[in-house]
């Protein structure tokens, strides 16, 4: 009888879940009770290299695909929902706990993403790291950092398995 694989499908909708409510509760907070969007430029210094700015991204990573339109914005919205949708898919398949436990941090950054634009018609990004004047990333939001954070534990992983998994099969 062949053994069930070990289902780490419950991982990755609680990392999907609590990134979403995290998202979520930080742009109600920076949207509301700290009123960023009424402190212009200025924001609101938090470190000497990080800033909370208000930014209404209505493009997608660094401002591609710009949504001018309303029918741009909801192709916009089809999109990711559509990229969402093959990232649960993925996660939903998948047997490693840690690429799971990524795809989880990714499609919870999608969604939360989704929310707003579907909400609002546009992105709240408010993370503004900076060195001087030098901005290594734009304005940014925690789905984004998710999204991010869980595409290069992807990335790394599939580079690390691979090699030693080319090494184990020369040895075979």
Excluded: C
């Amino acid at each position: 009888m062949p053994t069930n694989p070990i289902n780490h499908r419950p991982l990755g909708l609680t990392v999907a879940i609590v990134t979403l409510a995290l998202d979520q509760l930080v742009k109600y907070s920076v949207t509301f009770p700290l009123a960023l969007k009424s402190r212009a430029e200025e924001g609101i210094e938090i470190l000497p290299i990080f800033r909370l700015r208000w930014l209404e991204n209505r493009g997608v990573s660094m401002g591609f695909f710009h949504a001018d339109t309303n029918m741009m914005r909801w192709a916009l919205v089809g999109m990711t929902m559509l990229i969402a949708a093959f990232v649960g898919v993925w996660m939903w398949r998948e047997r490693a706990r840690q690429d799971v436990a990524a795809l989880g941090l990714v499609l919870g950054g999608a969604i939360g993403n989704i929310v707003d634009r579907v909400r609002l018609g546009y992105v709240v990004d408010y993370a503004d790291l900076h060195f001087g004047e030098w901005r290594p990333f734009l304005i940014f939001n925690l789905a984004d950092a998710a999204i991010t954070f869980g595409v290069l534990i992807l990335l790394a992983r599939a580079l690390l398995l691979r090699d030693k998994g080319a090494k184990t099969e020369t040895l075979k």
